[in-house]
C-alpha cells in the first residue's frame, strides 16, 4: 500500500480501474467528524494504464492536484505535460479540460482537492456533453444540459 494511503485513513479514497476510467466504491464521509462544508480533498490512486476520469471542464468549482508518487501526463486543454512527485497543477473556474493519464508501471498516486459548491456544470468535450450536478439525498445527480433557448423573447438579452 502506497504511504499516501497509509498516512491518513480517515481521507476519501478514490480508485480508478484499468482500461477506462471508474470509481471504486467507498464508504460516505459526509458524517465524518472535521469535514470541511465546501472544500474537499482525495487521495487519488491511477493504476498503470488507466486514466483518472473522463477528460472534463468544471463551469464553477476550482480544482488542483499535487503528485505524491508515481510519474503520468497530464492531458490539460488538448496539450499533454509529463508529471511526477512534487508536480501541482491548478484548474481555476472555469477551467479547461483536463484528464491524468498513467502510462508508467507504478501507480500514479496524487491528492486532488478543490471546492464544493454542490452545484456546478461540468462539460465533457470528448463526447460533446454538458452536465448539471446538483446534490441528491446523499449523492450527485448529472443533469444532461442541451442547447441554450430564449423562451422569454427579448427579455433574455
Known sequence: MPAARQRDRRARQVVLTAPQ?????????????????RTGVDIVTVPPGAESFAYHAHAFEEEWLYVL???????????EFELGAGDFLGFPAPSVPHLMINRGTADLVY??????????VIDYPAIGKRYLLLPEGGRTSF??????????????D
Open 21 to 37: 476510467s471508474q470509481v471504486a466504491p467507498r464508504r460516505d464521509t459526509a458524517r465524518q467528524p472535521g469535514r470541511f462544508a
Open 69 to 79: 508518487s508515481g510519474s503520468g501526463v497530464a492531458l490539460v486543454d488538448g496539450k
Open 111 to 120: 491528492l486532488e482537492g478543490g471546492e464544493r459548491r454542490g452545484i456546478d
Open 143 to 156: 443533469y444532461e444540459l442541451g442547447a441554450a433557448t430564449h423562451p422569454y423573447g427579448p427579455a433574455d
